[in-house]
């Protein structure tokens, strides 16, 4: 009998962020001069209080399984984290903790999607939304905004048909774009859900990476009434740059939490203790993340700054997260058919050792994304790399 793997052997790729920025690593270590513009991880180290918090645990022993949904004092400290920082009252019950934000939006869609279910996703989208979802079998229905600067309006869900939906993604700030809803918008946004019965995702992991004077305004303070429907996504993987430690938080409705609760108990079972012990003290280093967030703001302006004026090449400023999504339809020769991102990723990465990604597995071919997450020196001469590439692409 031949062998066989199921279906979702033969539909799922690799991350394209994690596999483009994995050879970008590969590089680098052959001694190649690549500038990584790829990677979607800060370049700091994790703040000093949360590396001796693990030191200490591991020193002190009693690492064995926690809870599958967490020790309860990380719990406790998230709610109450939470709890101040949204103006409702987050009870432990109503969190979990999971081997980064990607578990527990995979813990929550697998507990909220039957098969077939359609997913309201707006473009540009983080890859791994769809990847999810084909995974469960259900299906994406993207939200294409109508307006410049990457948000979607009401307008544009109701003619997307996003009312049919069993559940909608909202990632702000947004990975690829870096736009941030503002509350009026999300407001507005609100309105809207109150007239459908979805469930809303609320992927918020760049929440402490924001550069306007108003912040990050998180969808359960404009709507805590809608707060059975809503799933908010967040951990410390960027703001903390905890990248590798895997440690994802998700609030929501004790039902939706405990059910998520039952499938990571079967799959994964707990974040592994030291991490879990070591997050303990990640909330006491508020002043080092905002000092990180002025970093990121900072080479945000630089590369903003050193890629104005490139013909063929256009962006909406980003206002969080660390990536610029710029607009290169104009050096694409539209006789050469589709995939001219990744030839102009390929054409930056052959010609001047620059590493992107390109726009098509965000749902915008003909863009490509660029992550700030560099020191402002190399982001300038990534720029100019990027200015003498563009230079010598042939479309
Ligand atoms: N959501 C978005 C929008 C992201 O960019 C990422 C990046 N990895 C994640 C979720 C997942 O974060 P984590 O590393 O905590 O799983
Ligand atoms: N989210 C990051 C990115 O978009 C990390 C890679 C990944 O998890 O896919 O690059």
């Given at each position: ?17 994690l ?10 270590a ?10 979607g ?16 645990a591991i ?7 926690t809870?599958?949904?967490?020790i ?8 109450t ?17 999971s081997?980064?934000a ?19 996703v707006?473009?540009?989208y ?7 979802i084909?995974?469960l ?11 410049p600067g ?21 990632n702000?700030?947004?990975n ?20 459908t ?11 402490d ?29 960027k ?23 039952r499938?990571q ?7 592994n203790?030291?991490a ?6 990640a909330?006491g ?44 339809r ?11 991102d ?19 597995p ?12 560099i020191?402002?020196d190399?982001?300038r ?15």
């Open positions: 009998m031949e062998l066989r793997l199921g279906w979702l052997a033969d539909v799922l790729g690799d991350s394209p962020t596999k483009l920025s994995g050879q970008a690593k590969e590089l680098l052959k001694g190649e001069p690549v500038i990584n513009l790829t990677a991880e800060p370049d700091f180290d994790t703040p000093e209080p949360i590396k001796e918090a693990a030191h200490r020193d002190e022993g009693g690492n064995g399984y809870a599958s949904a967490g309860p004092a990380l719990r406790q400290a998230v709610a984290h939470y709890s101040a920082k949204m103006g409702v009252t987050i009870e432990p019950a109503e969190v979990i903790i081997n980064g990607k578990q527990i939006l995979f813990n929550a869609l697998s507990m909220l999607l039957n098969q077939g279910d359609e997913v309201a707006p473009v540009p983080w890859v791994t939304y769809p990847a999810q084909a995974a079998r259900a299906r994406m229905t993207p939200v294409v905004p109508s307006q990457w948000k979607i309006t009401p307008e544009d869900l109701e003619r997307a048909g996003a009312g049919r939906a069993k559940a909608l993604i909202l702000t700030p947004s690829p774009s870096g736009a941030v809803y503002t509350r009026s918008e999300l407001e507005a946004l609100a309105d809207y859900f109150r007239m019965s979805f469930f809303i995702l609320t992927d918020e992991i760049y929440e990476l924001v550069y306007t004077d108003a912040g990050h305004v998180p969808l359960m303070t404009v709507a805590p009434d809608l707060r059975h429907r809503i799933v908010t996504v967040s951990g410390l993987s703001s903390y740059a905890m990248t590798g430690w895997r440690v994802g938080f998700g609030i929501a409705d004790r039902s939706t939490i405990g059910a998520m609760n499938l108990s079967h799959s994964t079972s707990n974040v203790t030291v879990q012990k070591a997050s303990l003290a909330f280093c508020g002043a080092k993340v905002a000092e990180m967030a002025r970093a990121f703001r900072l080479r945000r302006d630089v590369l903003v700054e050193s890629l104005s004026g490139i013909d063929g090449v256009s962006f909406t400023v980003p206002d969080g997260a660390f990536y610029l999504l710029a607009d290169v104009g050096l694409i020769d539209p006789d050469r058919g589709s995939g001219g990744w030839r102009l990723a390929e054409h930056l990465l052959a010609a001047q050792k620059l590493a992107t990604v390109p726009g098509e965000f749902g915008v071919p003909g863009h490509l994304r660029l992550s700030y997450a020191h402002e190399t982001l001469e990534a720029a100019e790399r990027f200015r003498a590439g563009v230079a010598t692409f042939g479309g």
